[in-house]
């Protein structure tokens, strides 16, 4: 299939599209490379020296014979957009385009409003492009488990049947996402749902849960090919972001009780879960919800396991419980289903020692490039 | 209380104005006046011959020695907007400063990125401004019926208490909007409730039905505070657009069967919502949603009663189906809540003969002002 990964420069962007590449689909990657401009005004970098897009396109060409497109430009540009999609001519997009952290969005009122703007305009630009120029296309459009925040009842894949006063209906799952940026997804679901039942556009929403590792089989294969791996305050996560503070000595940060669970995934998961997805295109006019995330942990278990690793490995690791920066539950309910890919033959990679061990050795390996005045939660909710 | 009315130069807003002013609040009208100029871009315009802004304040005050405030501007503009809340200091926001129509917003691209961003940014900059200059304003914002969309279940207002798999919880009603637009007013509504909870915001949503009539107590002192009144394809809505093709021997226009059941209210109910919202704030963090209709009609039973109506006058009226041009279904379930604004006081002018004649004679009397090129629907949803 011919597969546009949009936000292919990106952490999950660029291992899909070396993923889908290696198995055998036409890739064209779309991509701004605005996340590459945040870092830098931010004053932070990804752990991990990533290279310019244009050479690890070429090192991937050099190393496997297989060609990608490159399109550099904004989705929120229309013209651009249409320009690029007319051009590859895609039987499917994988939408990972978007501002993707929280605490960027909770900058302040700019950065709200710029999540919010990007991200709701490129994919109805996206939504357009489909409806007038590839109504058959398949829409692999990114959301988040955090669009469902944390209710006091189990979460279900996108829908719920709701038995009321003596009716019953299925109904889009209530959603109570817990930041700006969380509620643009929230707005493209919305969205997206309408252009399926008013257009008949094929469309899968993946709500991912938190990514963690940095190696899938083929960003592996050479340090040309390396992916980012963010550490910092505002677009690091759990996991990820542990190992790193665990690797260099700096106490592992929990927010609050650390009581919070999430749903997490291998970032092997996420390159599968997508291919699994591509293989198996939603009907025309289906809006489409899978839950993409394989096992849920609390952010203290997490911590814990972390500094287990580390302390094998002798590091002296310490967990230090911070105010919390969020308003978010620490102790909740929390009972999120994810059967439908694995239904659809998702064999998931579980969190392991070895896994973590291998992120302590990332870390201590690139430990020169790490700046500690960036670990520190610098934004608040509040 | 001090009260500004963003939109306030519009339908509902000029109407709401008058009233609170004349019940004792210091009222400010902030607009951009955006709207007279789609008007123009689109070359329609009022029944009603309106009157600018500034000369309707004017005689307002000549009638009955009441100032208003009068800030020109957009609230996308942050400084504008924050200048004006600090120059006015309102105890209360009442927002209908957004883009309102459902046909605007499908147009095509271009009017739906419009609205889309215009009604979200607008809306977050009104939150950033509460929440850093003036904490416990409330903010009455105006939501729509068209939010809940056409479930097979009883539609609560806001809320849903649902039970599923043996637990409880409370949640945001499911939302299934029909356009671009009120897909835009269901954003709002996720990220008002989320400046509630991590703010502190009070704030009270009104989803409103489908307004109807023109006169109010006090728009109607004097022709110089007339209301504006639509009839066109894009702006006009059902009742008014019906009366006034009804005064013309245009046919009546229902989209497709007319089975489309919908909340409607009296403008001089609308009016007096916003007083009784006004009166009775929401609480600190509080996210409140009322349905502000009082009756429900489908669009037959309208049309129906307006021909009735109308051959009683002596006009041979005729009930045209088109094909609709919404993707809408044309047979449903529909049973939506409006008891909380009932309780608070409210009591309802029920759509009568009388108000149909009065409206019947208004469209007779600037029947001269009527292009009936405008009355048919160019905007489809395909």
């Keep these: 299939m011919r597969v546009l990964v949009i936000g292919g420069d990106g952490y999950c962007g660029w291992a899909t599209a070396l993923h889908l590449s290696e198995r055998g689909h036409e890739v064209g990657i779309l991509d701004s490379l605005v996340r590459r401009y945040w870092d830098v005004t931010l ?63 909770m900058i302040d009122r700019e950065h709200a409003v710029m999540t919010q703007v990007t991200n709701i305009v490129g994919t109805l630009n996206i939504l357009y492009a489909i409806h007038e120029h590839c109504p058959d296309c398949h829409l692999i459009k990114l959301g988040t488990m955090g669009e469902y925040g944390t209710p006091n009842i189990d979460i279900e894949e996108g829908y719920i049947t709701i038995q009321h006063n003596g009716r019953e209906d299925r109904l889009p799952y209530p959603k109570q996402p817990g930041s700006f940026y969380h509620l643009s997804k929230v707005h493209d679901s919305h969205n997206i749902q309408f252009a399926c039942r008013i257009w008949g556009v094929r469309a899968t929403d993946l709500n991912q849960g938190v990514v963690y590792g940095v190696l899938t089989e083929e960003t592996g294969r050479d340090e040309m090919l390396i992916n980012r791996l963010d550490y910092d305050g505002v677009f690091g996560t759990a996991i990820n972001r542990f190992c790193v503070q665990a690797a260099i000595g700096h106490p592992i940060t929990v927010y609050g009780t650390g009581g919070q669970t999430r749903g997490f995934l291998d970032i092997r998961d996420t390159v599968r879960c997508i291919e699994i997805t591509l293989n198996n295109p939603a009907a025309a006019g289906e809006f489409r919800v899978f839950n993409q995330f394989t096992e849920r942990f609390n952010v203290l278990d997490l911590a814990n396991m972390v500094k287990c690793a580390g302390d ?62 960036e670990i520190m939660p610098r934004v608040t909710w509040k």
Tied chains: 1, 2.
């Excluded at 013209?79 to 499917?92: C, E, H, N, Q, V």
């Excluded at 033959?345 to 390996?365: F, K, M, N």
């Design 312 to 373: 094998k490995a002798g590091l002296k690791v310490e967990i230090q419980h911070l105010t919390n920066p969020r308003v978010e539950k620490e102790e909740h309910y929390y009972n999120a289903k994810n059967t439908q890919l694995r239904d659809l033959g998702l064999e998931p990679h579980c969190l392991s020692d070895s896994l973590i061990s291998s992120l302590l050795d990332y870390a201590v390996r690139y430990k020169d490039r790490i700046d500690t005045t």
């Design 43 to 105: 004053g932070v970098d990804t752990l991990t020296p990533i290279a310019p897009i244009a050479k690890r396109i070429n090192r991937w060409k050099e190393l496997t014979g297989k060609h990608m497109d490159l399109f550099i430009g904004d989705i929120n540009d229309y013209t651009f957009l249409l320009d690029a999609i007319k051009k590859f001519a895609p039987d499917a997009i994988v939408h990972f385009g978007e501002q993707r952290s929280a605490p960027f969005s």
